[in-house]
């Protein structure tokens, strides 16, 4: 069942048609689900023709298809990677029993709880992104914001699926929920802060796919693992999804550095308020930002000790990332993990049961896959023979949740006064003047082929198009 049946209401590769309670509950959603894109997806979009991928078939090589799609006729659906024969759990104390193709009773509303979390960041993202279309830095830029756009749509409908499926009435009353939750509102907030933040410019958009979308890689590859089958494949064919958002942030960061140090050697200056005077983004406000996307999004992994953590592993729900390939008993009872902790305003380190210290592994996991991306950005200065270098803050620096919460940390990891917390923070954190600033740089560009000042074209196009493409049309 790997194809994908673009004839139905909802496209799918689940045999959707041969289990009718469940496809009138999901077309019963469907409307409400179409409601909430129009009124919170991307402002404006109604009328364009936007070149998109859809996805044709859940195999890992060539599942995209490329054509012009009006927005709101996007086919969202539901794909779930190919069934693994004889999956087994992989981890836990259920380590060697055959993977579950449905809910055990005792982890029910755990597992529910871990899938509506993780479904609650997907429409938030949209929301959050709904006003950027309007301030675009060229055509490529805004197809690409679109097309994360539309797959976190698709993400939600991923989750609603496995609630509605699996999870009876209770699963249809959370997939509701989950429509009717908005990010940054103070009576009905989506469930993590993070998400909950405004993405009021692109700096701030390339920054979110760059880190917080690279978050949500790890927490799908640790329910890639899962021993709940269903979630496992769906999640699997999500990442692959998610990929592109990751290089959405990556090369749009990088493309704002090489228009920097293009622009500070032609002029042959360092001065960011020269720099901020010709148009573009001095480094040092990149790493504010930087600094601050890092930090809010460390918090998304949680506590660095926490119980539940262990139980989810223990059960089998969520796993390590790369759980399979790891060369250890995938049991953790008796391993041991470092983890942070503070004496004395000293940061110390401190050996804990793994098992206890899961979020602080997934934290550091993805702490590494984001240094290997700053050291990319980094030949960028290298190349241009600009001396200035990206260096990710302390994983204590600005935090809100777990250890950190309440101590001040500056970047270099040492524990600070709140007397020189609040004199220095705004040379590690971007200032009103500097979002201000970044603000006031975000124009529209529309015609094919140009981009903004403050940031440089991309190397190739989408789908081997040119640059130059005309990759949305407007009508
Ligand atoms: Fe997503
Ligand atoms: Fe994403």
Same mark, same amino acid.
């Given at each position: 069942?790997?194809?994908?049946?673009?004839?139905?209401?909802? /496209?799918?590769?689940?045999?959707?048609?041969?289990?009718?309670?469940?496809?009138?509950?999901?077309?019963?959603?469907?409307?409400?689900?179409?409601?909430?894109?129009?009124?919170?997806?991307?402002?404006?979009?109604?009328?364009?023709?936007?070149?998109?991928?859809?996805?044709? %078939?859940?195999?890992?090589?060539?599942?995209?298809?490329?054509?012009?799609?009006?927005?709101?006729?996007?086919?969202?659906?539901?794909?779930?990677?190919?069934?693994?024969?004889?999956?087994?759990?992989?981890?836990?104390?259920?380590?060697?029993?055959?993977?579950?193709?449905?809910?055990?009773?005792?982890?029910? %509303?755990?597992?529910?709880?871990?899938?509506?979390?993780?479904?609650?960041?997907?429409?938030? %993202?949209?929301?959050?992104?709904?006003?950027?279309?309007?301030?675009?830095?060229?055509?490529?830029?805004?197809?690409?914001?679109?097309?994360?756009?539309?797959?976190?749509?698709?993400?939600?409908?991923?989750?609603?699926?496995?609630?509605? $499926?699996?999870?009876?009435?209770?699963?249809?009353? *959370?997939?509701?929920?989950?429509?009717?939750?908005? !990010?940054?509102?103070?009576?009905?907030?989506?469930?993590?802060?993070?998400?909950?933040?405004?993405?009021?410019?692109?700096? !701030?958009?390339?920054?979110?796919?760059?880190?917080?979308?690279?978050?949500?890689?790890?927490?799908?590859?640790?329910?890639?693992?899962?021993?709940?089958?269903?979630?496992?494949?769906?999640?699997?064919?999500?990442?692959?999804?998610?990929?592109?958002?990751?290089?959405?942030? *990556?090369?749009?960061?990088?493309?704002?550095?090489?228009?920097?140090?293009?622009?500070?050697?032609?002029?042959?200056?360092?001065?960011?308020?020269?720099?901020?005077?010709?148009?573009?983004?001095?480094?040092?406000?990149?790493?504010?930002?930087?600094?601050?996307?890092?930090?809010?999004?460390?918090?998304?992994?949680?506590?660095?000790? !926490? !119980?539940?953590?262990? %139980?989810?592993?223990?059960?089998?729900?969520?796993?390590?990332?790369?759980?399979?390939?790891? +060369?250890?008993?995938?049991?953790?009872?008796? $391993?041991?993990?470092?983890?942070?902790?503070?004496?004395?305003?000293?940061?110390?380190?401190?050996?804990?049961?793994?098992?206890?210290?899961?979020?602080?592994?997934?934290?550091?996991?993805?702490?590494?896959?984001?240094?290997?991306?700053?050291?990319?950005?980094?030949?960028? /200065?290298?190349?241009?023979?600009?001396?200035?270098?990206?260096?990710?803050?302390?994983?204590?620096?600005?935090?809100?949740? +777990?250890?950190?919460?309440?101590?001040?940390?500056?970047?270099?990891?040492?524990?600070?006064?709140?007397?020189?917390?609040?004199?220095?923070?705004?040379?590690?954190? /971007?200032?009103? *003047?500097?979002?201000?600033?970044?603000?006031?740089?975000?124009?529209?560009?529309?015609? /094919? +082929?140009?981009? $903004?000042?403050?940031? $440089?074209?991309?190397?190739?196009?989408?789908?081997?198009?040119?640059?130059?493409?005309?990759?949305?049309?407007?009508?």
């Amino acid at each position: 069942m790997t194809g994908i049946d673009y004839n139905e209401r909802i /496209p799918n590769n689940v045999g959707l048609s041969g289990n009718k309670s469940l496809q009138r509950a999901l077309e019963h959603w469907q409307p409400g689900y179409l409601k909430w894109w129009g009124e919170m997806g991307p402002d404006k979009s109604q009328a364009m023709d936007v070149y998109l991928r859809t996805a044709v %078939s859940v195999e890992p090589k060539g599942w995209a298809h490329y054509d012009y799609v009006r927005m709101p006729d996007y086919r969202w659906g539901i794909f779930l990677a190919p069934a693994e024969a004889e999956r087994k759990v992989n981890f836990g104390a259920h380590k060697g029993d055959p993977a579950w193709q449905d809910v055990p009773g005792e982890y029910r %509303s755990t597992l529910r709880r871990i899938i509506v979390t993780q479904g609650d960041t997907e429409p938030a %993202s949209v929301e959050q992104q709904r006003h950027l279309g309007l301030t675009c830095p060229s055509l490529y830029d805004l197809r690409n914001l679109f097309q994360v756009n539309v797959e976190e749509g698709r993400h939600l409908w991923a989750m609603v699926y496995l609630l509605h $499926a699996y999870f009876g009435r209770d699963g249809r009353e *959370e997939a509701e929920a989950l429509l009717e939750r908005r !990010s940054g509102d103070a009576d009905n907030p989506r469930i993590l802060t993070a998400f909950n933040e405004k993405t009021p410019d692109w700096l !701030s958009f390339f920054m979110f796919t760059f880190i917080t979308d690279r978050d949500g890689k790890y927490q799908l590859a640790a329910l890639a693992e899962s021993a709940f089958d269903p979630l496992s494949r769906t999640c699997r064919f999500m990442l692959t999804e998610e990929a592109h958002h990751l290089f959405v942030g *990556e090369t749009g960061i990088a493309r704002i550095i090489q228009r920097t140090c293009d622009v500070m050697n032609q002029h042959k200056t360092d001065d960011p308020a020269r720099l901020r005077g010709l148009g573009v983004i001095d480094l040092p406000t990149l790493q504010k930002y930087l600094n601050f996307h890092f930090s809010v999004t460390s918090d998304l992994y949680g506590s660095e000790i !926490s !119980s539940n953590a262990a %139980s989810f592993y223990t059960q089998g729900l969520k796993g390590r990332f790369d759980e399979t390939h790891l +060369g250890d008993d995938h049991r953790l009872e008796a $391993a041991e993990y470092e983890v942070p902790d503070v004496a004395e305003d000293r940061i110390i380190v401190r050996h804990v049961p793994a098992l206890t210290a899961l979020n602080e592994r997934l934290r550091d996991d993805w702490i590494a896959d984001v240094q290997k991306a700053i050291d990319r950005w980094n030949r960028i /200065p290298d190349k241009a023979g600009v001396p200035f270098r990206f260096k990710l803050p302390h994983k204590g620096f600005n935090r809100r949740i +777990g250890l950190f919460n309440g101590l001040h940390v500056d970047p270099a990891g040492e524990v600070v006064s709140e007397a020189e917390w609040t004199h220095r923070h705004g040379g590690w954190l /971007p200032t009103e *003047e500097d979002r201000a600033f970044v603000h006031s740089l975000m124009g529209r560009v529309t015609e /094919p +082929g140009k981009f $903004a000042n403050w940031i $440089a074209p991309p190397l190739n196009g989408i789908n081997k198009q040119p640059v130059n493409f005309e990759y949305v049309r407007f009508s």
